[in-house]
């Protein structure tokens, strides 16, 4: 796996790498989308905004599955195929990560922002 990251040169020292999240969190964003995981397992690494959207995707998504009277969940194998990562200030990571599932790649955003020490994904978006 490839990873990248582009920040300029005086926030290299400020803004740390958010690699071992992203790598985390972007499957199991997938996961929760497909139905595979509940999305009280991603409770201290997304904010409120994040949570709720995940939160109504993934009970449309169950909602549909009874009314077409599917009962099983297929357990996705999600695979980061690559991170990209860019800083425009201290504490904040806006990136791309490319995951393979299901034959295909799909490439997702998040925005990650560092918060008391940890980081915390802001915004997501899955393409």
């Not at 509940?38 to 998504?61: C, F, H, I, P, W």
């Not at 790649?105 to 994904?121: K, N, P, Q, S």
């Amino acid at each position: 796996m490839k990873v990248e990251t582009v920040v300029r040169q005086e926030q290299i020292q400020e803004t740390p790498d958010a690699s071992e999240e992203l790598n985390r969190i972007a499957p199991a964003i997938i996961e929760i989308i497909e139905g595979a995981r509940s999305v009280t397992q991603l409770g201290g690494q997304v904010n409120e905004e994040v949570y709720q959207m995940l939160r109504k995707s993934a009970a449309d998504l169950a909602h549909r599955r009874r009314a077409n009277g599917h009962k099983s969940i297929e357990y996705p194998n999600v695979e980061v195929a690559d991170i990209h990562q860019e800083s425009s200030r201290p504490g904040l990571i806006d990136s791309i990560v490319l995951l393979r599932f299901r034959g295909r790649l799909r490439a997702m955003t998040i925005r990650m922002e560092r918060r008391v020490g940890r980081w915390l994904a802001t915004a997501i978006t899955v393409l």
